[in-house]
T-cell receptor
Framework: SQTIHQWPATLVQPVGSPLSLECTVE??????LYWYRQAAGRGLQLLFY??????ISSEVPQNLSASRPQDRQFILSSKKLLLSDSGFYLC??????????????FGPGTRLTVL | KQEVTQIPAALSVPEGENLVLNCSFT??????LQWFRQDPGKGLTSLLL?????REQTSGRLNASLDKSSGRSTLYIAASQPGDSATYLC??????????FGTGTRLLVSP
């Protein structure tokens, strides 16, 4: 069966510090991978998605970036965090298919607080 | 631009009641609609997925309907239990890996 991991589970970082969140998927190959952010009082917002190694699509302009160095690894990064980057970050995957309309499976999330 | 709205934002009911959660979306050009459950501080669990060609899906005490032409979906929970307490999110799939989420309905079922 497939599982998705995220770490760390929680993170407290000062403004201006760098960020690296990691997501890995087990039990599947060539998945689509997604990063979402859930800010307080707001719905989930798609930040990035990837259909393959090195292929990243950005949905929202911001000071975050994503990378996919391996088939089942997705990393969210920032060089300098802002207060507005605080939130709950969720990674998700689904199986590759035409149109990307398969159900998405979510990881446990990372709670980021920027002080 | 697709927008998804969920009403009510919060709902509190006694155990055993049947209840309906509502989701509306502005653009009927969707591939499917999903209902998710989110427990506090946790990730999302997929409950039901309705393809655009379907009218409803059922799983146990849950039934989700979709009226694409009017931009509406409902999630019906029968005989609610305290364990159903969570935030329920609906999301429409606009194709090409894009899910647009509503802000959710926070449900509390009291014993």
């Amino acid at each position: 069966s497939q599982t998705i991991h995220q770490w760390p589970a929680t993170l407290v970082q000062p403004v201006g510090s760098p960020l690296s969140l990691e997501c890995t998927v087990e039990g599947t190959s060539n998945p689509n991978l997604y990063w979402y952010r859930q800010a307080a009082g707001r719905g989930l917002q798609l930040l990035f998605y990837s259909v393959g190694i090195g292929q990243i699509s950005s949905e929202v302009p911001q000071n975050l970036s994503a990378s996919r160095p391996q088939d089942r690894q997705f990393i969210l990064s920032s060089k300098k965090l802002l207060l507005s980057d605080s939130g709950f970050y969720l990674c998700a995957w689904n199986q590759e298919n035409q149109g990307g309309t398969d159900t998405q499976y979510f990881g446990p999330g990372t709670r980021l607080t920027v002080l | 631009k697709q927008e998804v709205t969920q009403i009510p934002a919060a709902l509190s009911v006694p155990e055993g009641e049947n209840l309906v959660l509502n989701c509306s979306f502005t653009d009927s050009a969707i591939y499917n609609l999903q209902w998710f459950r989110q427990d506090p501080g946790k990730g999302l669990t997929s409950l039901l997925l309705i393809q655009s060609s379907q009218r409803e899906q059922t799983s146990g005490r849950l039934n989700a309907s979709l009226d694409k032409s009017s931009g509406r979906s409902t999630l019906y929970i029968a005989a609610s239990q305290p364990g159903d307490s969570a935030t329920y999110l609906c999301a429409v799939n606009t194709g090409f890996q894009k899910l647009v989420f509503g802000t959710g309905t926070r449900l509390l079922v009291s014993p």
